[in-house]
């Protein structure tokens, strides 16, 4: 998500935290490569041209000539423009129904029903709410069935009466709903183009009969500046309360998500970050200005880290470490906990000075070695791994089908984890950023 702008703009900055003072001389050579980074991240060209007369008027204003370190103030002038301008503070769902009716639109092929399932399963595991899916997408082959094999998969009940009129079935799902006590009700209505007339107006009467809380554009990320065009034509139609961007895990440059607030004023209230059921985050600004410059975003790894790791697990982990009892038992059930959180390489990326390691790639496969080669110890061995000498490691090894060196490493880094692992509680590790 955004490696390439953040890559560009982090050695953009890097520049002015080695000068001693900031002049418009050195200035305009560091704007000048901020600028061209966005255009190459596909913003908008009026937006750059606004964003970096801002930076530029800012880091030569007396604050910033007066400091010790104008680097450092250079960065937050910077990282205050990106917030600014992915639209200040996060906005969250308007919700004054009962029940709460979110009506999703958007293009065919955007994503619209797969999001409306992660947003549904969202709304369960963080705010413990009993959400309906209904189904009005009644011209897509298939759509119906799609939606209701997502509401099998996440348990949760989607409400169709099949090929018929759309504002009908909204209507009667919304009666549903009232007398079955759902908290949610999650329109998914057919993709069409903003200039498609008949589908248009279809949309306007769903939003005349049942009133939706919000209506949420799904936008597929890799649109690019088009994105703002799409948000434009619903939003003259239907008033846009919100955007949901969709698949910035991809290859994207970025650009309409630091476009569209400023240029429609529609804000980002949720973006995709993976293709799994639960890869849908709430949108904030902040968070993804210090992600986009490297600053990391521990907020949102300590927020995904409390809905999946088993508290009871990690405390009782916690306590055999400062007993000095940590075994490899404990490492096993601490890596499965760790493989919840989805992929390592994007965990460390939200570790603030993260980007300094460089791109880093880890291979899910290794993990299953490691998870292969601990399985084929006995429960002793694994609660006692001094005892492991030569014959247990051949005969690991091959259990395991991989090799001796490998079970050897394995038992090394075990062992100088267990020794981090102490230090950090002991406090005797600073962390290098």
């Given at each position: 998500m955004f490696e390439n702008l953040g890559d560009r703009l982090q050695n953009a900055i890097n520049k002015i935290k080695g000068y001693g003072k900031i002049t418009e001389e050195n200035i305009g050579e560091v704007t000048r490569e901020i600028r061209l980074a966005l255009l190459e991240a596909d913003v908008n060209y009026v937006v750059v041209k606004e964003f970096i007369n801002n930076v530029k008027t800012k880091a030569l204003g007396e604050e910033v000539s007066k400091s010790l370190k104008p680097g450092e103030?250079?960065?937050?002038?910077?990282?205050?423009?990106?917030?600014a301008l992915l639209g200040g503070n996060k906005e969250d769902l308007y919700t004054k129904g009962s029940p709460s009716v979110l009506m999703l639109v958007g293009l065919q092929g955007s994503g619209k029903t797969t999001t409306i399932g992660k947003l549904s399963l969202l709304l369960r595991k963080k705010y413990n709410k009993k959400p309906l899916l209904v189904a009005c997408d009644v011209y897509r082959p298939a759509a119906i069935d799609q939606l209701k094999q997502i509401g099998k998969q996440l348990n949760i009940e989607v409400y169709e009466e099949g090929a018929g009129n759309p504002v009908t079935i909204a209507e009667n799902a919304i009666k549903y709903a009232k007398e079955n006590g759902f908290n949610y009700v999650l329109i998914d209505t057919a993709g069409r183009?903003?200039?498609?007339?008949?589908?248009?107006?279809?949309?306007?009467?769903?939003?005349?009969?049942?009133?939706?809380?919000?209506?949420?554009?799904?936008?597929?990320?890799?649109t690019g500046q088009d994105a703002i065009n799409v948000i434009t034509g619903f939003n003259d139609k239907l008033k846009l309360t919100g955007a949901v961007l969709t698949k910035l895990d991809g290859d994207t440059r970025g650009g309409a998500a630091l476009?569209?607030?400023?240029?429609?004023?529609?804000?980002?209230?949720?973006?995709?970050?993976?293709?799994?059921?639960?890869?849908?985050?709430?949108?904030?600004?902040?968070?993804?200005?210090?992600?986009?410059?490297?600053?990391?975003?521990?907020?949102s790894m300590i927020e995904k880290a409390e809905e999946v790791i088993d508290q009871e697990e990690a405390i009782k982990a916690s306590k055999r470490l400062e007993k000095g009892k940590f075994?490899?038992?404990?490492?096993?059930?601490?890596?499965?906990?760790?493989?919840?959180?989805?992929?390592?390489?994007?965990?460390?990326?939200?570790?603030?000075?993260?980007?300094?390691?460089?791109?880093?790639?880890?291979?899910?496969?290794?993990?299953?070695?490691?998870?292969?080669?601990?399985?084929?110890?006995?429960?002793?061995?694994?609660?006692?791994?001094?005892?492991?000498?030569?014959?247990?490691?051949?005969?690991?090894?091959?259990?395991?089908?991989?090799?001796?060196?490998?079970?050897?490493?394995?038992?090394?880094?075990?062992?100088?984890?267990?020794?981090?692992?102490?230090?950090?509680?002991?406090?005797n590790i600073k962390l290098p950023f």
């Open positions: 103030v250079f960065v937050k002038i910077v990282k205050d423009e990106l917030v183009l903003h200039i498609d007339e008949v589908l248009m107006t279809e949309l306007s009467n769903i939003n005349d009969i049942v009133k939706p809380d919000e209506i949420l554009l799904v936008v597929d990320s890799m476009s569209i607030r400023h240029l429609t004023n529609v804000p980002i209230k949720f973006i995709g970050v993976s293709e799994k059921m639960d890869g849908l985050e709430e949108f904030y600004p902040d968070r993804m200005a210090t992600r986009i410059l490297g600053m990391g975003d521990l907020m075994d490899l038992e404990d490492f096993l059930s601490s890596l499965r906990q760790v493989k919840k959180l989805g992929p390592l390489e994007n965990l460390i990326k939200m570790i603030p000075g993260a980007s300094k390691l460089g791109d880093i790639k880890i291979d899910p496969k290794d993990l299953a070695h490691v998870e292969a080669i601990i399985y084929s110890m006995t429960p002793y061995e694994r609660r006692h791994p001094e005892i492991l000498k030569a014959s247990r490691k051949i005969r690991i090894a091959k259990g395991s089908g991989r090799s001796v060196e490998e079970v050897n490493q394995l038992l090394k880094k075990f062992d100088q984890m267990k020794v981090m692992m102490k230090q950090f509680q002991k406090g």
